[in-house]
Structures are given as structure tokens and as C-alpha cells.
């Protein structure tokens, strides 16, 4: 997914659909979530690296310090991932990930502090269509409230 610290960072890259206010994606990001636009949407021509040829891209929003420092930081779109196989426990700890990274011989730049504890839950995964129909890919630990805001948008309409 590409990272994004700020609202406006993203609106500058991508035309999110009209019929959701920047309300409701504030409270979207707040609930661990990871959201799927078609690549069109984007403003403009995104690295190869970063969205292959799926016409799909994958976008989030973390408004915490450490990613806010990191994104004041680089110039350019920072895309994130998963440090676990398919099937693994999840990564919670830095020296799990350093060691992920190690073994797998990445030339991955892993950001961070020691000591720090990731929450080893998944993002839920929300794929949208510019009509503003969506489609739940992955559930994560708040996919209920996740539900329920937009049901929220969908009864306000």
C-alpha cells in the first residue's frame, strides 16, 4: 500500500469519490484500515514498483508521529507491506522484523525504533468503485465499525 500521513497529501495524489466527505475519511483511517481505489483514480503516474499491473492500488492513512516525522522526511510515495509469510504469525516486535528482513536478504529500509510493539492484526482491506459500492477483502479487528460507518453514509444519502 502507498503511505500517507495526511489527508490532504492524499487528495493531492488521488480523486477520492465525491459522496464521502473528509469526515468520513478521517474516521475510515482511524479503524485500521487499508482502502483499494482503481489506479485511474490517481493524479498521477505511480512507480511500477509500487502497483505493477493490477489496476487496483492500495492506500492508507496513518496519522501517528513516527509516520508524520518519516513522511516530513522523503520526497517521494513510501509503500508499506506485511513482514510475515503467508500463513506466519504476524511480526510484532522491531528484532522479529529486522530479522525478517535479514533472512530474507531484502534491500527493504526498515524504520523504526527497538522496543517498539506492533498490534499484529490486519488492516481491513476495503475495495471501493467510484459509485461508492464497496467490497470488503479483508477483515480486520474493527471490520464491525468498519460496517458501520458506512452504513452511516449509506442511510444519510
Known amino acids: 500500500s502507498i503511505l500517507f500521513a495526511q489527508l490532504e497529501k492524499l487528495h ?4 477520492l469519490p465525491a459522496n464521502f466527505d473528509d ?3 478521517i474516521k475510515f483511517f482511524s479503524l485500521e484500515t487499508s482502502l483499494g481505489l482503481k489506479k485511474k483514480l490517481c493524479k498521477q503516474t505511480l512507480p511500477h514498483w509500487i502497483v505493477g499491473d493490477s489496476e487496483w ?3 492508507r492513512l496513518l496519522r501517528i508521529p513516527p509516520i508524520e516525522k518519516l ?3 522523503v520526497t517521494g510515495p513510501i509503500s508499506t ?3 510475515n509469510l503467508t500463513g506466519e504469525r504476524p511480526i510484532t516486535t522491531y ?3 529486522a530479522t525478517f528482513v535479514t533472512q530474507a536478504k531484502s534491500e527493504v529500509l526498515l524504520w523504526g525504533e527497538q522496543g517498539t510493539r506492533l498490534s499484529g492484526e490486519s488492516s481491513t482491506m476495503v475495495f471501493l468503485e467510484e459509485d461508492g459500492s464497496f467490497q470488503i477483502k479483508r477483515q480486520g479487528r474493527k471490520y464491525l465499525e468498519v460496517m458501520a460507518l458506512f452504513k452511516t453514509v449509506s442511510h444519510a444519502r
Open 23 to 25: 469526515a468520513f475519511w
Open 12 to 15: 493531492e495524489l488521488i480523486h
Open 81 to 83: 507491506t506485511s513482514l
Open 71 to 73: 513522511l516530513s522526511i
Open 95 to 97: 528484532d522479529q522484523a
Open 57 to 59: 492500488m492500495v492506500v
